[in-house]
């Protein structure tokens, strides 16, 4: 039995490292004390517990104790994605950006204003709706993770706190909204 085992872990361990798995691993920012402004708590703390656990940059609440300052804004916000024959929604899309920006301690610009948008929909039911309200704050914490995943892999993107001409980090845009539904 422990032999069969040992073979199949064997086995699942050589099928992951053939498709490209990595565990994500230690990340190594070049920058060492990072002061967070504008986000809010939950983004923050998440911010902070990827950033400090997994590299060995700190994060300082003064700017001026900071190497590097990352700028954050966050929007959410619901419009109606689709109608029933009556003309009641039937569903919703919610929506939530994360803009920012990343500046070293001397002004260096390192990552200019940048977005990540996020949408996911959601039916809608006025019968339940305050399961579907609990529901849209669970979709809202679920993009704000995942905004939040993507930004500390943009973060890693900062080689230099003084980037050459040519090696500057470019802007990222957010990708286009859904489609308006068909009336």
């Known amino acids: 039995m422990t032999r069969r085992f040992l073979l199949m872990l064997a086995g699942s361990v050589l099928l992951l490292t053939a498709c490209g798995f990595q565990l994500r691993g230690?990340?190594?920012y070049a920058f060492k004390r990072l002061a967070i402004t504008g986000a809010g708590a939950m983004v923050e703390a998440r911010l902070t517990r990827i950033v400090e656990g997994g590299s060995d940059t700190v994060v300082v609440q003064q700017s001026a104790n900071a190497d590097a300052v990352l700028n954050l804004s966050?929007?959410?916000s619901r419009s109606v994605l689709t109608l029933n024959s009556l003309g009641v929604v039937a569903e919703y899309q919610m929506n939530y950006a994360l803009g920012y920006t990343l500046v070293g301690a001397d002004g260096t610009v390192l990552i200019?204003?940048?977005a990540i948008a996020l949408n996911r929909a959601m039916t809608y039911s006025?019968?339940?709706?305050?399961?579907k309200d609990a529901e849209a704050d669970i979709l809202n914490a679920d993009m704000q993770r995942d905004a939040v995943d993507q930004?500390?892999?943009r973060l890693a993107v900062v080689r230099s706190l003084h980037p050459a001409p040519g090696e500057e980090v470019p802007p990222v845009a957010p990708r286009a909204p859904l489609p308006p539904p068909p009336l």
């Not at 006025?126 to 399961?131: G, I, K, L, R, V």
Request: hydrophobic share 15%.
């Open 151 to 153: 930004l500390v892999r």
């Open 26 to 28: 230690q990340q190594d």
């Open 126 to 131: 006025d019968q339940y709706s305050q399961a």
């Open 112 to 114: 200019p204003p940048s």
């Open 74 to 76: 966050e929007t959410n």
